[in-house]
């Protein structure tokens, strides 16, 4: 089984760039949908981006969409999720998903996006 281990987060002003990493020990990691969630304090979580087994599809949250880039590195076994123009409203825990059909899920332990106005 795959273990996850997300890196990359911390704190950045209105309009900065993060990029977060995840690295997959244990399996190869593009045999799974690797996704992107977030959880802000309060809120339930949310998908953010994803990436199909293969890297055939991805996918992008409207809230997103042309400021996030979810890339892979199948060499490195990694995912990525490259951040710009964060705004106030993407403060949150960013937690790297595996996922393959008939199996739970299997969740890194998050990393702490803060964005300052």
């Known amino acids: 089984q795959v273990q996850l281990v997300e890196s990359g987060g911390g704190l950045v002003q209105t309009g900065g760039s993060l990029r977060l990493s995840c690295t997959a020990s244990g399996d190869v990691f593009s045999n799974y949908a690797r996704n992107w969630f977030r959880q802000a304090p309060g809120k339930e979580r949310e998908f953010v981006a994803g990436i199909t087994r293969l890297g055939s599809i991805i996918h992008y949250a409207d809230s997103v969409k042309g400021r996030f880039t979810i890339s892979e590195d199948n060499a490195k076994n990694a995912l990525y999720l490259q951040m710009n123009n964060l705004n106030v409203e993407d403060t949150a825990a960013y937690f790297c998903?595996?996922?393959?059909?008939?199996?739970?899920?299997?969740w890194g332990q998050g990393t702490q996006v803060t964005v300052s106005s």
């Open positions: 998903v595996a996922r393959r059909t008939g199996e739970d899920d299997i």
